[in-house]
Protein backbone atom coordinates (compact mmCIF):
# COMPACT_ATOMS: atom_id res chain seq x y z
CA UNK A 1 0.00 0.00 0.00
CA UNK A 2 1.36 3.45 -1.56
CA UNK A 3 0.90 5.89 1.29
CA UNK A 4 2.70 9.56 1.32
CA UNK A 5 2.12 12.78 3.52
CA UNK A 6 3.76 16.10 3.01
CA UNK A 7 4.70 17.82 6.68
CA UNK A 8 6.13 21.30 7.31
CA UNK A 9 5.42 25.12 8.11
CA UNK A 10 1.89 26.13 8.15
CA UNK A 11 2.85 29.78 8.04
CA UNK A 12 5.91 30.85 6.41
CA UNK A 13 7.05 35.02 6.10
CA UNK A 14 7.69 36.87 3.13
CA UNK A 15 11.42 36.29 1.76
CA UNK A 16 11.71 32.92 3.76
CA UNK A 17 12.72 29.63 2.36
CA UNK A 18 10.07 27.18 2.24
CA UNK A 19 11.01 23.38 3.43
CA UNK A 20 8.35 20.36 2.76
CA UNK A 21 9.46 17.11 3.34
CA UNK A 22 7.71 14.26 1.79
CA UNK A 23 7.47 10.86 3.83
CA UNK A 24 6.07 7.91 2.08
CA UNK A 25 5.57 4.21 2.36
CA UNK A 26 5.02 0.87 0.33
CA UNK A 27 7.59 1.64 -2.32
CA UNK A 28 11.27 2.52 -2.82
CA UNK A 29 12.97 5.58 -4.09
CA UNK A 30 15.74 3.26 -5.31
CA UNK A 31 13.75 1.18 -7.77
CA UNK A 32 14.25 1.91 -11.00
CA UNK A 33 11.14 4.25 -12.69
CA UNK A 34 10.11 5.57 -9.29
CA UNK A 35 9.84 9.31 -9.04
CA UNK A 36 8.25 11.67 -6.47
CA UNK A 37 6.93 15.32 -8.08
CA UNK A 38 5.64 18.35 -6.07
CA UNK A 39 1.77 20.06 -7.03
CA UNK A 40 0.49 22.94 -5.39
CA UNK A 41 -2.75 24.48 -5.83
CA UNK A 42 -3.29 28.20 -4.70
CA UNK A 43 -6.68 28.14 -3.13
CA UNK A 44 -9.96 28.10 -5.41
CA UNK A 45 -7.33 27.30 -8.62
CA UNK A 46 -6.03 25.06 -10.66
CA UNK A 47 -2.85 22.50 -10.10
CA UNK A 48 0.35 24.23 -10.77
CA UNK A 49 3.11 21.21 -11.26
CA UNK A 50 6.76 22.18 -9.25
CA UNK A 51 8.98 19.64 -10.25
CA UNK A 52 10.11 15.56 -9.67
CA UNK A 53 12.93 13.46 -8.97
CA UNK A 54 13.71 10.28 -10.08
CA UNK A 55 15.28 7.09 -8.42
CA UNK A 56 18.47 8.34 -10.50
CA UNK A 57 18.45 11.25 -8.70
CA UNK A 58 17.52 13.16 -11.84
CA UNK A 59 15.56 16.07 -10.81
CA UNK A 60 12.61 18.16 -13.34
CA UNK A 61 11.35 21.89 -12.43
CA UNK A 62 8.69 24.28 -13.23
CA UNK A 63 10.35 26.20 -15.80
CA UNK A 64 8.90 29.50 -14.49
CA UNK A 65 9.62 28.18 -10.65
CA UNK A 66 13.33 26.64 -11.77
CA UNK A 67 15.18 29.38 -9.94
CA UNK A 68 13.57 29.06 -6.51
CA UNK A 69 13.43 25.65 -6.09
CA UNK A 70 15.63 22.75 -5.49
CA UNK A 71 13.95 18.78 -4.53
CA UNK A 72 16.00 16.08 -2.55
CA UNK A 73 15.82 12.99 -1.86
CA UNK A 74 17.02 10.85 1.53
CA UNK A 75 16.51 7.03 0.04
CA UNK A 76 17.29 5.61 3.56
CA UNK A 77 14.12 7.66 5.40
CA UNK A 78 11.84 7.29 2.78
CA UNK A 79 11.54 11.39 2.08
CA UNK A 80 11.96 13.73 -0.16
CA UNK A 81 12.48 17.47 0.53
CA UNK A 82 11.22 20.16 -1.48
CA UNK A 83 12.37 23.67 -1.07
CA UNK A 84 11.17 26.92 -2.11
CA UNK A 85 13.21 30.35 -1.78
CA UNK A 86 12.26 33.91 -1.30
CA UNK A 87 8.25 32.99 -0.57
CA UNK A 88 5.62 35.65 -1.66
CA UNK A 89 2.19 35.72 -0.81
CA UNK A 90 1.36 34.06 -4.29
CA UNK A 91 2.70 31.37 -3.36
CA UNK A 92 0.36 30.38 -0.77
CA UNK A 93 -1.79 27.25 -1.02
CA UNK A 94 -1.89 23.66 -0.32
CA UNK A 95 1.13 21.74 -1.88
CA UNK A 96 1.21 18.07 -2.44
CA UNK A 97 3.72 15.22 -3.30
CA UNK A 98 2.68 12.64 -5.67
CA UNK A 99 4.04 8.97 -6.54
CA UNK A 100 5.32 8.44 -10.21
CA UNK A 101 6.55 5.27 -11.43
CA UNK A 102 6.72 3.93 -15.30
CA UNK A 103 3.72 3.39 -15.71
CA UNK A 104 1.44 5.93 -14.12
CA UNK A 105 2.13 9.31 -13.51
CA UNK A 106 0.96 11.09 -9.86
CA UNK A 107 -1.08 7.58 -9.04
CA UNK A 108 -0.72 8.21 -5.60
CA UNK A 109 -1.00 11.63 -3.37
CA UNK A 110 -0.73 13.14 -0.25
CA UNK A 111 -3.52 14.17 1.23
CA UNK A 112 -1.45 17.79 1.11
CA UNK A 113 -0.77 20.39 3.63
CA UNK A 114 -1.64 24.25 3.42
CA UNK A 115 0.91 26.73 3.90
CA UNK A 116 0.14 30.29 4.24
CA UNK A 117 2.92 33.35 3.19
CA UNK A 118 2.29 36.13 5.21
CA UNK A 119 4.27 38.80 7.52
CA UNK B 1 -3.47 31.27 -18.18
CA UNK B 2 -2.67 27.16 -18.04
CA UNK B 3 -0.49 25.33 -20.97
CA UNK B 4 -3.44 23.10 -21.58
CA UNK B 5 -7.03 24.34 -22.12
CA UNK B 6 -9.97 23.54 -20.89
CA UNK B 7 -13.59 24.77 -20.53
CA UNK B 8 -13.92 26.13 -17.07
CA UNK B 9 -17.15 24.39 -16.18
CA UNK B 10 -19.67 21.75 -18.00
CA UNK B 11 -23.06 20.45 -16.61
CA UNK B 12 -25.35 17.34 -17.13
CA UNK B 13 -28.53 15.38 -15.74
CA UNK B 14 -27.58 12.41 -13.66
CA UNK B 15 -27.42 9.27 -15.80
CA UNK B 16 -26.42 11.45 -18.61
CA UNK B 17 -22.99 11.53 -20.36
CA UNK B 18 -20.70 14.25 -20.40
CA UNK B 19 -17.64 15.09 -22.11
CA UNK B 20 -14.72 17.14 -21.17
CA UNK B 21 -11.55 18.42 -23.39
CA UNK B 22 -8.58 19.36 -23.20
CA UNK B 23 -6.42 20.98 -25.88
CA UNK B 24 -2.58 21.34 -26.25
CA UNK B 25 0.40 21.83 -28.56
CA UNK B 26 2.39 19.44 -30.36
CA UNK B 27 5.15 19.50 -27.82
CA UNK B 28 2.74 17.93 -25.09
CA UNK B 29 -0.42 16.32 -26.07
CA UNK B 30 0.84 15.96 -29.77
CA UNK B 31 3.87 14.02 -28.57
CA UNK B 32 2.84 12.84 -24.91
CA UNK B 33 0.40 10.62 -23.09
CA UNK B 34 -2.57 12.40 -21.07
CA UNK B 35 -3.71 11.73 -17.69
CA UNK B 36 -6.70 12.86 -16.11
CA UNK B 37 -7.76 13.37 -12.38
CA UNK B 38 -10.47 13.63 -10.35
CA UNK B 39 -10.54 16.19 -7.23
CA UNK B 40 -13.46 16.10 -5.16
CA UNK B 41 -14.05 19.15 -2.91
CA UNK B 42 -11.52 19.22 -0.47
CA UNK B 43 -10.15 16.27 -1.14
CA UNK B 44 -6.28 15.30 -2.96
CA UNK B 45 -6.66 14.67 -6.79
CA UNK B 46 -7.24 11.58 -8.02
CA UNK B 47 -5.18 9.54 -11.04
CA UNK B 48 -8.42 8.80 -13.71
CA UNK B 49 -6.86 7.63 -16.76
CA UNK B 50 -3.52 7.56 -17.69
CA UNK B 51 -1.50 6.64 -21.18
CA UNK B 52 -4.58 9.02 -22.74
CA UNK B 53 -7.01 5.77 -22.04
CA UNK B 54 -6.30 3.71 -19.29
CA UNK B 55 -7.76 3.18 -15.95
CA UNK B 56 -6.22 2.71 -12.66
CA UNK B 57 -7.61 0.03 -10.82
CA UNK B 58 -10.57 0.39 -8.94
CA UNK B 59 -11.82 3.16 -11.57
CA UNK B 60 -15.03 2.46 -13.07
CA UNK B 61 -15.31 1.79 -16.83
CA UNK B 62 -17.97 5.07 -16.65
CA UNK B 63 -14.79 6.81 -17.23
CA UNK B 64 -13.15 7.14 -20.37
CA UNK B 65 -10.41 8.76 -22.16
CA UNK B 66 -9.17 9.43 -26.17
CA UNK B 67 -6.80 11.67 -27.76
CA UNK B 68 -6.72 13.04 -31.15
CA UNK B 69 -3.42 15.02 -32.62
CA UNK B 70 -2.82 17.56 -29.40
CA UNK B 71 -6.58 17.37 -27.90
CA UNK B 72 -7.55 14.77 -25.43
CA UNK B 73 -10.83 14.07 -24.07
CA UNK B 74 -12.68 12.62 -20.47
CA UNK B 75 -15.92 10.70 -20.87
CA UNK B 76 -18.11 10.13 -18.26
CA UNK B 77 -21.15 8.50 -18.43
CA UNK B 78 -23.98 7.34 -15.94
CA UNK B 79 -22.92 10.44 -13.94
CA UNK B 80 -23.83 10.47 -10.31
CA UNK B 81 -24.02 13.44 -7.90
CA UNK B 82 -20.76 11.78 -6.49
CA UNK B 83 -19.22 12.87 -10.11
CA UNK B 84 -19.39 16.43 -9.15
CA UNK B 85 -15.62 17.45 -8.61
CA UNK B 86 -13.16 19.59 -10.40
CA UNK B 87 -11.39 17.36 -12.88
CA UNK B 88 -7.51 17.85 -14.91
CA UNK B 89 -5.45 16.81 -17.84
CA UNK B 90 -2.06 16.85 -17.57
CA UNK B 91 0.99 15.81 -19.76
CA UNK B 92 4.49 16.28 -20.45
CA UNK B 93 5.58 18.68 -22.37
CA UNK B 94 9.07 20.12 -23.82
CA UNK B 95 12.02 18.17 -25.23
CA UNK B 96 14.42 15.59 -23.29
CA UNK B 97 16.66 17.89 -21.63
CA UNK B 98 13.70 20.31 -20.59
CA UNK B 99 10.60 18.26 -19.96
CA UNK B 100 8.30 19.64 -17.63
CA UNK B 101 4.68 18.54 -16.75
CA UNK B 102 1.95 20.99 -17.32
CA UNK B 103 -1.86 20.75 -16.32
CA UNK B 104 -4.92 22.21 -17.23
CA UNK B 105 -6.91 24.73 -15.46
CA UNK B 106 -9.37 22.48 -14.73
CA UNK B 107 -13.18 22.10 -15.47
CA UNK B 108 -15.82 22.03 -12.83
CA UNK B 109 -18.24 19.21 -13.55
CA UNK B 110 -22.17 19.65 -12.09
CA UNK B 111 -24.45 17.22 -12.30
CA UNK B 112 -27.63 18.64 -12.16
Known amino acids: QITLKESGPTLVKPTQTLTLTCTFSGFSLSTTGVGVGWIRQPPGKALEWLGIIYWDDDKRYSPSLKSRLTITKDTSKNQVVLTMDNMDPVDTGTYYC???????????WGQGTLVSVSS | QSVLTQPPSVSAAPRQKVTISCSGS????????VSWYQQLPGAAPKLLIY???KRPSGIPDRFSGSKSGTSATLGITGLQTGDEADYYC?????????????FGGGTKLTVV
Open chain 2, 51 to 53: DNN
Open chain 2, 26 to 33: SSNIGSNY
Open chain 1, 98 to 108: AHRDTTMIFGY
Open chain 2, 90 to 102: GAWDGSLSARHWV
